[in-house]
DNA sequence: CAGGATCCCGTCCGATACTG
DNA sequence: CAGTATCGGACGGGATCCTG
């Protein structure tokens, strides 16, 4: 039979609707920008051009795995640029481009509103726990 | 021996020092907030009150799982409410809270940058993909 | 309508060890 | 100093089925 049933046209609707949403680019994006690693490294250079250690430090239990594969992906998304000096011990600076810039002043205010909000946030989930036992 | 070696005493200060981070109290937050599905579900109630369907359906691609795991989160973290309406069929609306209204415009900020500057980040990525062969 | 429960597979990421 | 490579456990989250 060369015709589909309304069941089988119905399921590829939904394959290719999938599709579309895993390609869907702007949710894409936001996935990316939606990173605890992301919003720190990029804070964190919104200071200034740094080197790799120095962003290591700043940022408290980042492993250096994490910190380079963040910083190679931001740079790939033209976020952030990469120097490297061939000096020995060769040293490696990043800081944000253009773009990037216009993104750590939001990064950065989420940041600002974890650390200047968390006490409301935890009274919050101490009276959420009262009230709704285990 | 009651003493430690030196091992032993930076082996414990390790341990310490990781569960202090585990337990950072503003890193944990901004994890959470760091959630693409917060993101969404946040910019998304910032146009308003709305039912826990209507959430969904503005959504793309979000299963009820997540979208009731995420409102859960929110709602224990004071930023969303909920209020249910006993009627038949059940009705379900959720609104933001004062506190989650000062959280939804830097989300949203977010959520906009990533729509606004996604040609420049495809762009960013083409040229780094085409200068770094595979 | 608004979810809860369960299964399960992929991926994230921390720990560890090695290198130019 | 600035990474790379590999392993393995944890967990996110989709699919599926069920309920008040």
């Not at 049933?5 to 939904?14: D, F, I, L, P």
């Not at 000096?87 to 600076?93: A, F, H, L, T």
Request: net charge positive.
């Amino acid at each position: 039979m060369a015709t589909k049933t309304a069941a089988q046209r119905r399921e590829q609707a939904r394959i290719d609707y999938d599709a579309f949403l895993r390609n869907c680019p702007t949710n894409q994006l936001l996935g990316r920008l939606s990173d605890k690693w992301v919003s720190l490294v990029v804070s964190a250079l919104y200071a200034g051009p740094q080197r790799y250690s120095d962003i290591g430090r700043r940022i408290a239990g980042v492993s250096p795995k994490m910190l380079t594969q963040t910083l190679r992906t931001l740079e790939r998304d033209g976020i952030v640029s990469r120097t490297v000096t061939p000096s020995v011990p060769v040293r490696v600076d990043y800081e944000l481009t253009p773009l990037g810039q216009s993104l750590a002043g939001l990064l950065t205010a989420v940041k600002e509103w974890a650390e200047t909000h968390f006490e409301e946030v935890r009274t919050a989930r101490e009276q959420y726990d009262g009230e709704n036992p285990a």
